[in-house]
């Protein structure tokens, strides 16, 4: 079972769009993984729930492509867990997608009220 | 993606870190979020599986994490583990196919090693691409000749284009040597001393030849070819400057050439052990035969501009000349000249051969594919649990990649003992060119390239079916044995591929098999076996040596004295041209009532000749004894002439002119035989007696025997007979049924024999492997089929039906490309048409009976299938 079925919001995310959000809501500065989750959750108040399963092997590629970086950090309850910091290279990207984002919502929205 | 690529690489170093690092970031997700979900009031047992469950699964996300950072090279090891496994399960196919693209490969890359050093490998030069032969061009006849006029060679030494302009001769002189022991002909080659500068080829030890060499009288120099060196001389550095005695005078050692130097002979069997200086006398203008000239052009000018400067010299000088008198050339590049007869011969081979390890990808493919139906279940498995179809075809190509490579390896060892096997049975006719024959980078290179091609045809397509499995239909029907599952496992495309480049091969065996044999069974006229010749090589009796006409008597009574006196020997006869020797020009006849002379087969022959060969008297009577006693008075004709001359009457009693010499009558007449070569019809013919003392070919006569066994140590006694009336003459020894008239038809028809009967054996273990394989499928099948009352016979029909069919529209696709391409056979074929008939309809019987006995036993045993066993099996 990849998928978390008995979250039947948002949760399955538009392929691509997860990239989007995660970059987001690093740009205003570094971030563990369940900081990441919690964050995108409030923000779009329970509506969008990060699916785990998937929030980490993205966070993950994303490394591997240059966007963020991980680096140890210290909680607030001075715990010692991996925190993702955005790069040059993300920040462009993040700005690359959201431009592709407004494109398409732009566009879908157009084909939707088309009758 | 090339950092991506590099950060992977590097995660490979700190992978336990890293594993650990993400445990440790998941443990502290679910802490956290078990901690907030107790915040809103959750116990602290329903907090924590509030966390996990919506965290989804841990060791998912743990593995996806993990498949992020694994890189194309953990895949590919689990893959070849993978493979290994399953090699080990199916050890029979496993075992085939290897073998079978080892063989493929093997025949390959032997071929392929003639063909490179033949056609493609550059000559042994520096810069070889400039080196050019300057060719005399015969319009009329849109042929080129050799020999070149030395006002010529004179013109074009001067000539802007050429860095240097040498004569050679590619076949060799015979340079008599005076040794201790006795004098021999030594196999020299004469050359102009700038040869070796035309060439750039290095000198070893000593000097290379000076201009002055050229001149008579300076040009008492010799250069030694690193094999004489070491043969003669023990490879003795103090040689240098040493005085040898040749027939022709002192001659001294000037150097000694290295072991890689290579003669530029047409005749590859070719090496000359001493080179000898070319003297030419630039001030006489003497009708000279010409000169063999090779150039190297300056490294600026293209070929074509260096033609335009020849043009324009042979312009200028038929300005002045009449039409028949003038001259033109052609630029020919060496390589070119080399190989030029035989590239089509040897590509036709190339072809050929390089159908077997095709023939064997598509083999292997079929079975593959027919497997790919067994492992329907594994893979669908597979795929079910989160396999990506890529990641699938990846393992099936590995798997192909891996089978090739061990084929390919075992292939390139294979081809160490072929190879020698091949260049044994290679006629000389297609040993062309300067390069060693052997198994070198460049041929590993080729191995190597088609394993991995070999890997990719007969994976490609298995990979890409069996990564498209059918997940669903898998699980639905729950097992693999229902419906059409083992029939349809085969592509039929690949079956019929591979039987149709079958049949191309199977015909051009069939043809060449044919004309090999018409060749032997061609009524020469007389028996070839028993009989064998002895002459010189390249030489005869020098007036030196044999300054009397009695002497040169003496010396072949002597001969034939000798030889006749071998117990085994029945009968030996002396002959100016020897038969079978090819085609001849003759001599002019001049034949009552016809104006000119007749260009006619004219043999001087002993009196024995007739009985040697076999011939028999027609009409009239044979040469005798009394009859060689002086110049010719009568003559004995052949059965055409008589046909040709005197239809219809008796030519006994005429009179004809022969050689412009000798008037003679006609005493007898004898049937015909194929005297000049087996592939000829017998031509008109005169036989005079040898006995004119001025005759020169005297000096060079051949002997006929008929020995009375085949037994090899008679030939060896009449070898040692014949050496011994002469220990300075180089004497051969030639067996009939060797003759070099077989040899070339003999290697084409075996050649492609062997090739054909390996792709139709790999056809009819495909046809058997598949047939096998569908019965294995549909026990359950046959057994209701059984069950309901089905015959065995209808049975057998039905698992026939389909690869024999499929088989059969292979070999008709194949026989309609065949009649396209045994035209390329052309002259390779003799007495049977590109296009024969019978060996097409007697190769697609032969062929689709050996495939429908091939589907026929693995057929059979689908009868045998117990109606009871099979359906409990269920």
Same mark, same amino acid.
């Given at each position: 079972?990849?998928?978390?079925?008995?979250?039947?919001?948002?949760?399955?995310?538009?392929?691509?769009?997860?990239?989007?959000?995660?970059?987001?809501?690093?740009?205003?500065?570094?971030?563990?993984?369940?900081?990441?989750?919690?964050?995108?959750?409030?923000?779009?108040?329970?509506?969008?729930?990060?699916?785990?399963?998937?929030?980490?092997?993205?966070?993950?590629?994303?490394?591997?492509?240059?966007?963020?970086?991980?680096?140890?950090?210290?909680?607030?309850?001075?715990?010692?867990?991996?925190?993702?910091?955005?790069?040059?290279?993300?920040?462009?990207?993040?700005?690359?997608?959201?431009?592709?984002?407004?494109?398409?919502?732009?566009?879908?929205?157009?084909?939707?009220?088309?009758? | 993606?090339?950092?991506?690529?590099?950060?992977?690489?590097?995660?490979?170093?700190?992978?336990?870190?890293?594993?650990?690092?993400?445990?440790?970031?998941?443990?502290?997700?679910?802490?956290?979020?078990?901690?907030?979900?107790?915040?809103?009031?959750?116990?602290?047992?329903?907090?924590?599986?509030?966390?996990?469950?919506?965290?989804?699964?841990?060791?998912?996300?743990?593995?996806?994490?993990?498949?992020?950072?694994?890189?194309?090279?953990?895949?590919?090891?689990?893959?070849?583990?993978?493979?290994?496994?399953?090699?080990?399960?199916?050890?029979?196919?496993?075992?085939?196919?290897?073998?079978?693209?080892?063989?493929?490969?093997?025949?390959?890359?032997?071929?392929?090693?003639?063909?490179?050093?033949?056609?493609?490998?550059?000559?042994?030069?520096?810069?070889?691409?400039?080196?050019?032969?300057?060719?005399?061009?015969?319009?009329?006849?849109?042929?080129?000749?050799?020999?070149?006029?030395?006002?010529?060679?004179?013109?074009?030494?001067?000539?802007?284009?050429?860095?240097?302009?040498?004569?050679?001769?590619?076949?060799?002189?015979?340079?008599?040597?005076?040794?201790?022991?006795?004098?021999?002909?030594?196999?020299?080659?004469?050359?102009?001393?700038?040869?070796?500068?035309?060439?750039?080829?290095?000198?070893?030890?000593?000097?290379?030849?000076?201009?002055?060499?050229?001149?008579?009288?300076?040009?008492?120099?010799?250069?030694?070819?690193?094999?004489?060196?070491?043969?003669?001389?023990?490879?003795?550095?103090?040689?240098?400057?040493?005085?040898?005695?040749?027939?022709?005078?002192?001659?001294?050692?000037?150097?000694?050439?290295?072991?890689?130097?290579?003669?530029?002979?047409?005749?590859?069997?070719?090496?000359?052990?001493?080179?000898?200086?070319?003297?030419?006398?630039?001030?006489?203008?003497?009708?000279?035969?010409?000169?063999?000239?090779?150039?190297?052009?300056?490294?600026?000018?293209?070929?074509?501009?260096?033609?335009?400067?020849?043009?324009?010299?042979?312009?200028?000088?038929?300005?002045?000349?009449?039409?028949?008198?003038?001259?033109?050339?052609?630029?020919?590049?060496?390589?070119?000249?080399?190989?030029?007869?035989?590239?089509?011969?040897?590509?036709?081979?190339?072809?050929?051969?390089?159908?077997?390890?095709?023939?064997?990808? /598509?083999? &292997?493919?079929?079975?593959? %594919? !027919?497997?790919? *139906?067994?492992?329907?279940?594994? =893979?669908? #498995?597979?795929?079910? @649990?989160?396999?990506?179809?890529?990641?699938?075809?990846?393992?099936?190509?590995?798997?192909?990649?891996?089978?090739?490579?061990?084929?390919?390896?075992?292939?390139?060892?294979?081809?160490?003992?072929?190879?020698?096997?091949?260049?044994?049975?290679?006629?000389?006719?297609?040993?062309?060119?300067?390069?060693?024959?052997?198994?070198?980078?460049?041929?590993?290179?080729?191995?190597?390239?088609?394993?991995?091609?070999?890997?990719?045809?007969?994976?490609?397509?298995?990979?890409?079916?069996?990564?498209?499995?059918?997940?669903?239909?898998?699980?639905?029907?729950?097992?693999?044995?229902?419906?059409?599952?083992?029939?349809?496992?085969?592509?039929?495309? /690949?079956? &019929?591929?591979?039987?149709? %480049? !079958?049949?191309? *091969?199977?015909?051009?065996?069939? =043809?060449? #098999?044919?004309?090999? @044999?018409?060749?032997?069974?061609?009524?020469?006229?007389?028996?070839?076996?028993?009989?064998?010749?002895?002459?010189?090589?390249?030489?005869?009796?020098?007036?030196?040596?044999?300054?009397?006409?009695?002497?040169?008597?003496?010396?072949?009574?002597?001969?034939?004295?000798?030889?006749?006196?071998?117990?085994?020997?029945?009968?030996?006869?002396?002959?100016?041209?020897?038969?079978?020797?090819?085609?001849?020009?003759?001599?002019?006849?001049?034949?009552?009532?016809?104006?000119?002379?007749?260009?006619?087969?004219?043999?001087?022959?002993?009196?024995?000749?007739?009985?040697?060969?076999?011939?028999?008297?027609?009409?009239?009577?044979?040469?005798?004894?009394?009859?060689?006693?002086?110049?010719?008075?009568?003559?004995?004709?052949?059965?055409?002439?008589?046909?040709?001359?005197?239809?219809?009457?008796?030519?006994?009693?005429?009179?004809?002119?022969?050689?412009?010499?000798?008037?003679?009558?006609?005493?007898?007449?004898?049937?015909?035989?194929?005297?000049?070569?087996?592939?000829?019809?017998?031509?008109?013919?005169?036989?005079?007696?040898?006995?004119?003392?001025?005759?020169?070919?005297?000096?060079?006569?051949?002997?006929?025997?008929?020995?009375?066994?085949?037994?090899?140590?008679?030939?060896?006694?009449?070898?040692?007979?014949?050496?011994?009336?002469?220990?300075?003459?180089?004497?051969?020894?030639?067996?009939?049924?060797?003759?070099?008239?077989?040899?070339?038809?003999?290697?084409?028809?075996?050649?492609?024999?062997?090739?054909?009967?390996?792709?139709?054996?790999?056809?009819?273990?495909?046809?058997?492997?598949?047939?096998?394989?569908?019965?294995?499928?549909?026990?359950?099948?046959?057994?209701?089929?059984?069950?309901?009352?089905?015959?065995?016979?209808?049975?057998?029909?039905?698992?026939?039906?389909?690869?024999?069919?499929?088989?059969?529209?292979?070999?008709?696709?194949?026989?309609?490309?065949?009649?396209?391409?045994?035209?390329?056979?052309?002259?390779?074929?003799?007495?049977?048409?590109?296009?024969?008939?019978?060996?097409?309809?007697?190769?697609?019987?032969?062929?689709?009976?050996?495939?429908?006995?091939?589907?026929?036993?693995?057929?059979?045993?689908?009868?045998?299938?117990?109606?009871?066993?099979?359906?409990?099996?269920?």
């Amino acid at each position: 079972m990849r998928r978390n079925t008995t979250t039947k919001t948002g949760a399955d995310l538009l392929q691509g769009t997860l990239d989007l959000l995660i970059l987001k809501t690093l740009a205003p500065g570094p971030m563990h993984g369940w900081g990441i989750s919690r964050r995108i959750r409030q923000i779009s108040e329970e509506f969008l729930r990060v699916n785990q399963g998937s929030l980490y092997p993205a966070l993950h590629r994303m490394v591997l492509k240059g966007w963020i970086v991980s680096e140890e950090g210290l909680t607030d309850s001075r715990r010692r867990v991996r925190f993702y910091r955005l790069t040059a290279a993300g920040r462009r990207r993040l700005g690359e997608e959201m431009r592709d984002w407004d494109q398409m919502v732009v566009a879908i929205g157009s084909v939707l009220k088309a009758t | 993606m090339i950092g991506s690529g590099i950060r992977k690489l590097l995660s490979r170093f700190s992978r336990a870190r890293m594993e650990e690092q993400t445990e440790d970031e998941i443990r502290f997700h679910l802490e956290m979020e078990a901690q907030a979900n107790q915040a809103r009031g959750m116990t602290a047992e329903d907090a924590r599986r509030a966390a996990r469950m919506d965290f989804g699964g841990e060791a998912q996300t743990r593995e996806t994490v993990r498949d992020v950072y694994s890189t194309l090279l953990d895949s590919l090891l689990q893959d070849i583990r993978y493979s290994f496994v399953l090699f080990r399960r199916n050890r029979g196919f496993t075992l085939a196919a290897i073998i079978t693209l080892a063989l493929g490969i093997s025949a390959a890359t032997s071929i392929f090693s003639v063909v490179d050093a033949t056609l493609f490998r550059p000559l042994p030069y520096p810069q070889p691409d400039r080196l050019v032969r300057i060719m005399g061009w015969s319009p009329e006849k849109a042929s080129y000749y050799e020999g070149i006029s030395k006002d010529y060679f004179a013109a074009f030494r001067e000539a802007q284009s050429f860095e240097g302009v040498s004569a050679y001769t590619w076949y060799p002189s015979l340079p008599i040597l005076y040794n201790p022991g006795g004098a021999e002909n030594v196999v020299g080659a004469t050359v102009s001393p700038n040869l070796l500068r035309t060439l750039a080829a290095p000198v070893l030890y000593g000097r290379d030849f000076r201009s002055e060499e050229e001149t008579y009288g300076n040009d008492k120099a010799v250069m030694l070819t690193y094999g004489s060196w070491q043969k003669r001389f023990g490879g003795d550095l103090n040689v240098i400057g040493r005085s040898l005695p040749f027939a022709d005078g002192q001659r001294t050692i000037i150097g000694v050439l290295p072991a890689d130097f290579r003669y530029p002979s047409l005749l590859s069997a070719f090496m000359p052990e001493m080179l000898i200086p070319f003297p030419v006398d630039w001030t006489r203008a003497s009708s000279d035969p010409g000169y063999y000239l090779l150039a190297r052009l300056k490294p600026e000018v293209r070929l074509s501009e260096a033609q335009a400067e020849v043009d324009l010299i042979s312009g200028r000088n038929n300005q002045s000349l009449p039409q028949n008198q003038r001259v033109s050339f052609r630029l020919l590049p060496l390589q070119e000249h080399l190989v030029k007869y035989k590239r089509t011969a040897l590509l036709l081979l190339f072809g050929a051969i390089m159908c077997l390890p095709l023939i064997g990808c /598509l083999n &292997i493919s079929n079975m593959l %594919l !027919a497997r790919g *139906l067994a492992r329907r279940q594994e =893979l669908g #498995i597979r795929i079910a @649990l989160g396999a990506g179809r890529t990641r699938l075809a990846r393992q099936l190509l590995t798997e192909s990649l891996l089978l090739s490579l061990a084929g390919g390896a075992l292939g390139v060892l294979l081809s160490f003992w072929m190879l020698p096997l091949l260049l044994a049975q290679l006629p000389s006719t297609l040993r062309l060119g300067l390069n060693d024959i052997a198994i070198d980078g460049r041929v590993l290179l080729f191995s190597l390239g088609l394993t991995l091609a070999a890997a990719l045809i007969h994976g490609l397509w298995p990979a890409w079916s069996g990564s498209r499995a059918d997940v669903a239909g898998f699980l639905r029907k729950g097992d693999s044995r229902g419906g059409r599952v083992g029939a349809g496992g085969f592509k039929p495309a /690949l079956l &019929i591929a591979e039987s149709a %480049l !079958a049949m191309v *091969l199977l015909v051009g065996a069939g =043809l060449l #098999i044919n004309s090999f @044999l018409r060749l032997g069974a061609l009524p020469v006229g007389f028996r070839t076996d028993n009989l064998c010749r002895v002459g010189f090589l390249y030489s005869s009796l020098t007036e030196k040596r044999y300054p009397s006409v009695q002497s040169v008597l003496d010396y072949n009574r002597n001969m034939m004295d000798r030889i006749g006196a071998i117990a085994g020997v029945a009968e030996v006869a002396a002959v100016d041209y020897p038969p079978l020797r090819g085609d001849r020009i003759g001599a002019p006849v001049v034949v009552p009532g016809l104006p000119d002379a007749q260009r006619l087969d004219v043999r001087h022959v002993t009196a024995e000749y007739f009985a040697v060969i076999g011939m028999n008297c027609i009409s009239g009577r044979l040469l005798t004894a009394q009859d060689e006693a002086s110049a010719p008075r009568v003559a004995v004709i052949n059965a055409s002439m008589g046909r040709r001359y005197w239809p219809g009457r008796s030519p006994l009693g005429q009179t004809i002119v022969v050689d412009k010499k000798w008037t003679v009558q006609i005493v007898g007449v004898v049937q015909d035989v194929r005297e000049q070569s087996v592939q000829t019809d017998p031509q008109p013919g005169v036989y005079v007696p040898l006995g004119d003392p001025d005759y020169p070919k005297l000096r060079s006569l051949t002997f006929i025997i008929r020995t009375t066994t085949g037994n090899p140590a008679v030939y060896r006694a009449i070898a040692q007979q014949a050496r011994a009336a002469d220990v300075r003459q180089v004497i051969e020894v030639t067996r009939y049924s060797d003759a070099v008239a077989f040899r070339t038809p003999r290697f084409y028809a075996i050649l492609f024999g062997i090739c054909s009967a390996f792709a139709v054996t790999l056809v009819a273990i495909g046809i058997a492997g598949i047939t096998a394989y569908s019965v294995s499928q549909r026990t359950f099948e046959i057994g209701v089929r059984l069950a309901l009352g089905a015959r065995p016979r209808q049975v057998i029909f039905m698992f026939m039906r389909r690869s024999v069919f499929t088989v059969a529209a292979g070999l008709v696709a194949g026989a309609a490309a065949a009649l396209l391409a045994t035209r390329m056979l052309g002259d390779l074929l003799f007495g049977v048409k590109p296009k024969d008939p019978l060996t097409f309809t007697v190769m697609l019987v032969f062929f689709l009976a050996i495939a429908s006995a091939a589907a026929y036993l693995p057929a059979r045993n689908a009868t045998r299938v117990d109606p009871m066993t099979a359906l409990r099996a269920e």
